[in-house]
C-alpha cells in the first residue's frame, strides 16, 4: 500500500503527483501492460539480452569519450 503523507497546508496537486511518482515506481501499471500478451520465455530472453547489450555498449562509450 503506498502512503504520501501530507502537510498542513500543503497543495493537494502536490501530494497526488508525489503519489503518482511513488505509483510509477512500483512498476504495477508495466507489469499489467506487459501481461496483455504472452511472450514466449525465448523472446524475453533475447530482450533481456539486447537489453544488457545495448548498455554495455553506452558504458563503454562513456568510458571511451
Do not use: D
Amino acid at each position: 500500500m503506498i502512503v504520501v503523507p501530507v502537510k498542513e497546508g500543503e497543495n493537494i496537486e502536490r501530494a497526488l503527483k508525489k503519489f503518482k511518482r511513488k505509483f510509477e515506481r512500483t512498476g504495477t501499471i508495466k507489469e499489467l501492460r506487459g501481461r496483455q500478451a504472452y511472450k514466449k520465455p525465448s523472446i524475453i530472453k533475447r530482450e533481456e539480452m539486447q537489453k544488457a547489450i545495448y548498455i554495455q555498449q553506452l558504458q563503454r562509450a562513456e568510458e571511451e569519450g
